[in-house]
């Protein structure tokens, strides 16, 4: 705020300088005339230049600052309510969290458990087909039977499974996808992967 | 009429037009007659008739009209008509080499043309009109784009772009790393390592088919049918889910296709041994093991005497040999594995979850 004045004051001093100086010199080479650039001339304009370099940097520091935090569309945490247990009728597969959160919900045969909607082939989000009670991928034709076991197509291992629990605070249905439980390592008889309906 | 379509329809499942596809290519690699310009209009007329035809086909019509697949009509008549004019040449240089006349090349090298303005000139020529053909398909035909990208939700079905559908048909029959990593990967190092596997000087710098016909058999087999039929099909023949569809068929996305799978361990141990899958991997996959061992290791030197192949040996010595018939078994598990699929539900002949390989 300080510096204001005196950046705008010197403008004038210094083109009063230079005109007064370039008066008696200009039947001289005009060369000399630039030579003779008063003391106090010269700390202006280096005033000038200082407080645009100053802006100049500030400036590239806040776009650099605003590169850090670019526009992008977080993921959904990795775990997340899906609402309480009575929401999912029993042996229905629930498709409402696919979409936001990438899962299946399924109730099957009393137990619940929440399936990893990425095939286990090459990755492409598989379909659920309620009429012919499947699983099928879009890409390769892999399917999966209601339980998340691989039957037909390419894929070598069933879905996956995420963990789930039941949250002590409101009684609502809790899926963490950052643990996973793997058929064919056994894992889906641990009883954090699936709910007893 | 809708007779005529369903036949058309049944006979297009994979396992009917693969068949037919590869008799016909065998029928068409044997005849001389197709190799000529009469051969070469009738093949030209049949093809357009039938697409002519079939555009009144509604489901047809959709299929083939989407600006996504105008390319693998094109597709189609442009590999056609190199194969004949490559063909058509080498049967005429073979007569002439017979006739102890020298061949196309050979005459016509021995008067020369200017570069400017003979060949520039038609250079400038072609890409004009190529500039004009690309300027009104793009106004023609609009860029076949979707909605945003949703990570949970696909298109389908999932389409590879047109030149990827090969890969992506290979993939069905496949394990990923397979087909996704090791074949293309073997496609590419293959073909680079012709020139050092083929010792047949014949045929350079000219057309020739009976100097080096299983070579160009061969080669024509992976192309044409491994490589463009798997194109052709994976753009018009699948549908959602990636079933199969005949070209008449609507696309209906709760089509059922029952395509239950088993492993070759099962199919031994389960339904002919009646014992149940033994624990240790390697006794499991035993069979599929030594049946890879037998296939990379054994069949080539029982195909050392081969009729289609006969002498291959002597010219090339066992290194080269045995490279060149790697790469061609190599080929030839896609085939297999299709027909094994098709017919006896066969998933993998090895498959070793423990370490992730599987084949
Ligand atoms: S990614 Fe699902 S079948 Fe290939």
Redesign the pocket.
Known sequence: MTETPEETKPEPAAQASEAKSAQPAKPAKPAAADAEVSRRGFFSWAAVAWVGFTAAAGGCLTAWGRFMFPNVLYEPPTSFKVGPPSDFAPDAVDERFVESNGVFIVNDQGQLYALIAI?T????P?NWLEAQNKFK?P????GYYRNGINFE???PRPLERAAISIDPDDGQVLVDKAQKFLWERGQWDDPSSFLTA | MEAIKSIINFLSYPEWSFTLSLILFGLAMWSKALWTKAGGWIMLILITVFFGLSLFDPNFFVVVAKPDNVPIVMMIYIIGFFWWYAMYKAHQNDRRIEAGEPTFEKSESEDRIFTWPDLVFSEFICMVLLTVGMVLWSILLKAPLEEPANTSVAPNPSKAPWYFLGLQEM?VYFDPWMAGVVLPGLIIVGLMAIPYIDTNKKGNGYYTFKERKTEIVLFLFGFVILWSELIVIGTFLRGPNWNFFGPYEYWDINKVEPLVNVDLSEIIWIKILGVGLPGHWFVREIFGLLFTAFYFLVLPVLLIKNKFIDGFYQKMGPTRYYVGMFLFLTMMLMPIKMYLRWFLNLKYFVHIQEFFLNL
């Open positions: 095939c082939h090459l990755g492409c598989p991928c890409c390769h034709g892999s197509g390419p894929t | 993939l």
